[in-house]
T-cell receptor, first 112, second 114 residues
Framework: AQSVTQLDSQVPVFEEAPVELRCNYS??????LFWYVQYPNQGLQLLLK??????LVKGINGFEAEFNKSQTSFHLRKPSVHISDTAEYFC??????????FGAGTTVTVRA | NAGVMQNPRHLVRRRGQEARLRCSPM?????VYWYRQLPEEGLKFMVY????????ESGMPKERFSAEFPKEGPSILRIQQVVRGDSAAYFC????????????FGQGTRLTVV
């Protein structure tokens, strides 16, 4: 079984400031790792994913994440946020099968 | 190429009624997944289907919930005799295959039980 812990439920940040969203996971098997974004009243959109290879993964909209196997973490970062980045962000893991296990989400609120 | 289509977007049912949620996967996708998002929580896996087959329903409540993905037509998530605790957003996702391939999500159906 897998579990995902998103360490911050709410992250307020000023426009053009950097942001980091923390995600830790536990699993008894190898997993794939994902970050999704959910805008208000919308479905989930994939930001980036780690399957194998380089531990630094670049995604859409300027986001990147780093996989740290020893710390079982997959933190998401963006060096400079925009108002339009206001959304809920979900970290998810999936074993080499199909099910996604999601964290509880982190709400990012970007202020001018 | 249209994305994953879910309808209706919003559904209101009285306690005891039936709710039917529909999901049309992306063209070329034969794997469908249903997730439920309760207020203030992340998404929870419910069921994984391929055409005419339920592959994994380990996340489905034991009673009142069922899902199908017929040879023709959309996948259907059916909730019988709805209760207030069924109020949630239900998301469908589809993919071409398993094993880390990207799952594309629909916009969800928000079910409100009054």
């Amino acid at each position: 079984a897998q579990s995902v812990t998103q360490l911050d439920s709410q992250v307020p940040v000023f426009e053009e400031a950097p942001v980091e969203l923390r995600c830790n996971y536990s699993s008894s098997v190898s997993v794939y790792l994902f970050w999704y974004v959910q805008y208000p009243n919308q479905g989930l959109q994939l930001l980036l994913k780690y399957l194998s290879g380089s531990t630094l993964v670049k995604g859409i909209n300027g986001f990147e994440a780093e996989f740290n196997k020893s710390q079982t973490s997959f933190h998401l970062r963006k060096p400079s946020v925009h108002i339009s980045d206001t959304a809920e962000y979900f970290c998810a893991v999936s074993p080499a099968a199909y099910k996604l296990s999601f964290g509880a989400g982190t709400t990012v609120t970007v202020r001018a | 190429n249209a994305g994953v289509m879910q309808n209706p977007r919003h559904l209101v049912r009285r306690r005891g009624q039936e709710a039917r949620l529909r999901c049309s996967p992306m063209k070329g996708h034969s794997h469908v997944y249903w997730y439920r998002q309760l207020p203030e929580e992340g998404l929870k896996f419910m069921v994984y289907l391929q055409k005419e087959n339920i592959i994994d329903e380990s996340g489905m409540p034991k009673e009142r919930f069922s899902a199908e993905f017929p040879k023709e037509g959309p996948s259907i998530l059916r909730i019988q005799q709805v209760v207030r605790g069924d109020s949630a957003a239900y998301f469908c996702a589809s993919s071409q295959g398993q094993g880390g391939t990207e799952a594309f999500f629909g916009q969800g159906t928000r079910l409100t039980v009054v």
